[in-house]
């Protein structure tokens, strides 16, 4: 099932365009980003149905603004996939136990990035 409210937290103008044009075109509705600042301010106002953050940002980083993610109840339940290059898919394992729910290393595989937002989303939707 597409549809479902999607917000990307990216600065880097080519990911932003992946990520865009894939999620779009898989029929899922977008929300976008270039800080964690403004993103925490539209997941609070729109509440989406998953963030796709990367973790170096401009000013707050992507692991911060999870924190604050999951510290507010109006947006706790939301899952947050990880999208980054700054670690190695082997830290995988790192970033899930900082509260991700999930994580997609760049260069990003597509196939990855679909099949994981759609666990993620059909894992809240129960």
Same mark, same amino acid.
């Not at 899930?96 to 939707?125: C, H, I, M, N, W």
């Given at each position: 099932?597409?549809?479902?409210?999607?917000?990307?937290?990216?600065?880097?103008?080519?990911?932003?365009?992946?990520? +865009?044009?894939?999620? =779009?075109?898989?029929?899922?509705?977008?929300?976008?980003?270039?800080?964690? /600042?403004?993103?925490?301010?539209?997941?609070?106002? +729109?509440?989406?149905?998953?963030?796709?953050?990367?973790?170096?940002?401009?000013?707050?980083?992507?692991?911060?603004?999870?924190? /604050?993610?999951?510290?507010?109840?109006?947006? +706790?339940?939301?899952?947050?996939?990880?999208?980054?290059?700054?670690?190695?898919?082997s830290q995988r394992s790192d970033i899930?136990?900082?509260?991700?729910?999930?994580?997609?290393?760049?260069?990003?595989?597509?196939?990855?990035? =679909?099949?994981?937002?759609?666990?993620?989303?059909?894992?809240?939707? +129960?």
């Open positions: 099932m597409a549809g479902e409210l999607l917000l990307v937290v990216e600065d880097n103008p080519l990911n932003a365009k992946l990520l +865009r044009d894939v999620l =779009l075109a898989t029929g899922y509705e977008l929300l976008e980003s270039t800080t964690a /600042e403004e993103g925490l301010r539209i997941a609070r106002e +729109r509440k989406p149905d998953l963030i796709l953050m990367d973790i170096r940002l401009p000013g707050m980083d992507g692991a911060t603004a999870l924190n /604050e993610i999951k510290s507010d109840a109006t947006t +706790r339940h939301i899952p947050v996939i990880a999208v980054t290059a700054s670690v190695m898919p899930l136990a900082a509260g991700f729910d999930g994580y997609q290393a760049k260069p990003l595989s597509v196939k990855s990035l =679909l099949a994981e937002v759609r666990t993620l989303l059909d894992r809240a939707a +129960r």
